[in-house]
């Protein structure tokens, strides 16, 4: 991946899980 996605990645890996959450949902929506 490229050095935002893996940025983005360890965001999402240090964040609790709501936020995982929301998160996942927005890159669905």
Do not use: C, W
Not at 10 to 20: D, G, H, L
């Amino acid at each position: 991946m490229n050095d935002s996605g893996q940025f983005y990645y360890e965001i999402i890996m240090s964040a609790s899980f709501p936020v995982k959450a929301v998160m996942v949902i927005l890159i669905l929506a």
